[in-house]
T-cell receptor
Framework: EVQLVESGGGLVQPGRSLRLSCAAS????????MHWVRQAPGKGLEWVSG??????????ADSVKGRFTISRDNAKNSLYLQMNSLRAEDTALYYC??????FGGGPLAYWGQGTLVTVSS | EIVLTQSPGTLSLSPGERATLSCRAS???????LAWYQQKPGQAPRLLIY???SRATGIPDRFSGSGSGTDFTLTISRLEPEDFAVYYC??????????FGPGTKVDIK
């Protein structure tokens, strides 16, 4: 059974940093691209970042480019999101999601339950 | 960047009725790389349809997708009580970047 478990969320002050993690199990992690998608309270889904199976291809939404860094450790079956210079508008539930493909460009077949990030002073 | 719009914003229907949800893209979606997701309160999104018309694993056949180019439709043939939720369309393709529509809420009339 595919499982994606996010962690690392919490309350953080504007301008500070936070690192999210996603532990994957139930599938061959390095056979798939992975993504982070967020959802602000009461709002819709917003793609944040994606990474191919070998980290050779990475993409970011314009809203986080230059502030967030996605990475993965295939040996640890883990996905990460380093979030710097956080803003109030980054407040959201952050989901880890598994692509159907190895390079990305596929639909997001599985999702974790999310980790909540609240940016506030 | 492709922008997706969904209509209507809210659809009020009764169980047993047919639901028709629309998703329109600002430019043609290549190879029908269009997906639909269902999200219930407090839950993560669930993939329903990919490739515009292929049902994901375990999705009941009352859910169907159609369309190509810039106009896509999700149809729920007969609404079950568990189908009342928010539905998002999503464009994907040759790059990592994906785009979601703003969603359509299907609620009980």
């Amino acid at each position: 059974e595919v499982q994606l478990v996010e962690s690392g969320g919490g309350l953080v002050q504007p301008g500070r940093s936070l690192r999210l993690s996603c532990a994957a199990s139930g599938f061959t992690f390095d056979d798939y691209a992975m993504h982070w998608v967020r959802q602000a309270p009461g709002k819709g889904l917003e793609w944040v970042s994606g990474i191919s199976w070998n980290s050779g291809s990475i993409g970011y939404a314009d809203s986080v480019k230059g502030r967030f860094t996605i990475s993965r450790d295939n040996a640890k079956n883990s996905l990460y999101l380093q979030m710097n210079s956080l803003r109030a508008e980054d407040t959201a539930l952050y989901y880890c999601a598994k692509d159907r493909g190895i390079f990305g460009g596929g639909p997001l077949a599985y999702w974790g339950q999310g980790t909540l990030v609240t940016v506030s002073s | 960047e492709i922008v997706l719009t969904q209509s209507p914003g809210t659809l009020s229907l009764s169980p047993g009725e047919r639901a028709t949800l629309s998703c329109r893209a600002s430019q043609s979606v290549s190879s029908s790389y269009l997906a639909w997701y269902q999200q219930k309160p407090g839950q993560a999104p669930r993939l329903l349809i990919y490739g515009a018309s292929s049902r994901a694993t375990g999705i009941p056949d009352r859910f169907s997708g159609s369309g190509s180019g810039t106009d896509f439709t999700l149809t729920i043939s007969r609404l079950e009580p568990e189908d009342f939720a928010v539905y998002y369309c999503q464009q994907y393709g040759s790059s990592l970047m994906v785009t979601f529509g703003p969603g359509t809420k299907v609620d009980i009339k």
